[in-house]
């Protein structure tokens, strides 16, 4: 069965770093999103992502906050300048339409921020 | 602007039994979707089950049912004959239907425990 894939499964940084985390969507998925989940907390959408460019963005998704489609597989989340708030679970999810399709979940990136 | 409750932060339940975990929600959409994900302590997130707001049945799949009760705005999953791999943190979770790829908003979660 197809999977979102997300690599690093944990990302170490210090405070002031830049970090990219990646992301390969199902491969016939349109849409992408970004959601982070801070420790013992609900998950929280970051970015929407469909046609090469953002469709909608929360409040969380700053000027330090950027994503890419850099080719036909992968989908990147940077974060230019980490702070330790930035320390959380960063799943990537994609679904083939918009509405009713469940989105797929990747097994996510634990970014610790020291 | 939607809003998801869960309001129960922990659930125990006895291995065979019935659960039920509960899930209103708040939005002013005329249509929109329902959807439950598991998060087992591995950390991903799984999807359960689906509904939409204009579906007159209850959705169900395999020993997941979704009782949806649209005049109370509510949600709730019931995991039938429960298994120790049930044990995980359940979210409830909705999106707008109307337009494009809207995102997914989600509670803040149930632990289930499923004793031996």
């Known amino acids: 069965e197809p999977e979102v894939t997300q690599t690093p499964s944990h990302q170490v940084t210090q405070m002031g770093q830049e970090v990219i985390l990646r992301c390969v969507p199902i491969?016939?998925?349109?849409?992408f999103y970004w959601y982070r989940q801070i420790l013992g907390q609900k998950v929280e959408f970051l970015v929407s992502?469909?046609?090469?460019?953002?469709?909608?963005k929360s409040e969380i998704f700053d000027d330090q906050f950027s994503v890419e489609r850099p080719d036909g597989s992968n989908f990147t989340l940077k974060i230019r300048s980490t702070k330790l708030e930035d320390s959380a679970m960063y799943f990537c999810?994609?679904?083939?339409?918009?509405?009713?399709?469940?989105?797929?979940f990747g097994p996510g990136t634990r970014l610790t921020v020291t | 602007a939607q809003k998801i409750t869960q309001t129960q932060p922990g659930m125990f339940v006895q291995e065979k039994e019935a659960v039920t975990l509960d899930c209103t929600y708040d939005?002013?959409?005329?249509?929109?979707?329902l959807f439950w994900y598991k998060q087992p302590s591995s950390g991903e997130m799984i999807f359960l089950i689906y509904?939409?707001?204009?579906?007159?049945q209850n959705a169900t799949e395999g020993r997941y049912s979704l009782n949806f009760q649209k005049a109370r705005k509510s949600a709730n999953l019931v995991i039938s004959a429960s298994q120790l791999g049930d044990s995980a943190m359940y979210f409830c979770?909705?999106?707008?239907?109307?337009?494009?790829?809207?995102?997914?908003?989600f509670g803040k979660g149930t632990r289930l425990s499923v004793i031996a």
């Open positions: 491969s016939n998925h349109l849409y």
């Open positions: 999810a994609s679904s083939v339409g918009s509405g009713m399709d469940e989105q797929y």
């Open positions: 979770a909705m999106r707008c239907l109307n337009s494009g790829n809207t995102p997914l908003v």
């Open positions: 992502f469909y046609n090469n460019e953002i469709s909608e």
């Open positions: 509904q939409g707001s204009y579906d007159e």
């Open positions: 939005t002013s959409d005329q249509s929109y979707g």
